[in-house]
């Protein structure tokens, strides 16, 4: 027994697309959902995500003492950054239906933290 078409159509808000964009942002980058920024834009039929965030990084007492602990973070903040526009995109893609053409991330700081987190 099929499903029968009803007539209608479904929207996603703004508000909703921005939301989910910054949770997964959250989640894939370590921060709080409310330290990141998330705007869309008109890519040519598709929508271009622009993240303007904090990133965390450990104490400069800390990377003095053992370079090494950047890796722990991460990497350094290009390559963390670089490192998670996939995981972002795929995963506002899968949570909202919605076509992406890219994410772009702006980092707009740093947060100095005692914890590691590895993409």
Do not use: C, Y
Not at 8 to 17: F, K
């Amino acid at each position: 027994m099929g499903v029968a078409a009803l007539a209608g159509h479904n929207r996603i808000t703004t508000q909703a697309l921005t939301s989910t964009a910054r949770a997964a942002a959250a989640e894939v980058l370590g921060v709080a959902p409310t330290q990141v920024k998330a705007s869309f834009s008109d890519d040519k039929g598709l929508l271009a995500l622009l993240l303007a965030l904090p990133l965390p990084v450990p104490a400069l007492t800390r990377v003095a003492d053992d370079p090494s602990i950047v890796d722990s973070f991460g990497g350094p903040l290009w390559s963390r950054a670089a490192a998670a526009r996939t995981p972002i995109l795929d995963r506002v893609q899968q949570l909202t239906g919605a076509r992406l053409s890219r994410v772009d991330i702006r980092i707009i700081g740093s947060t100095v933290t005692k914890g590691a987190r590895v993409l």
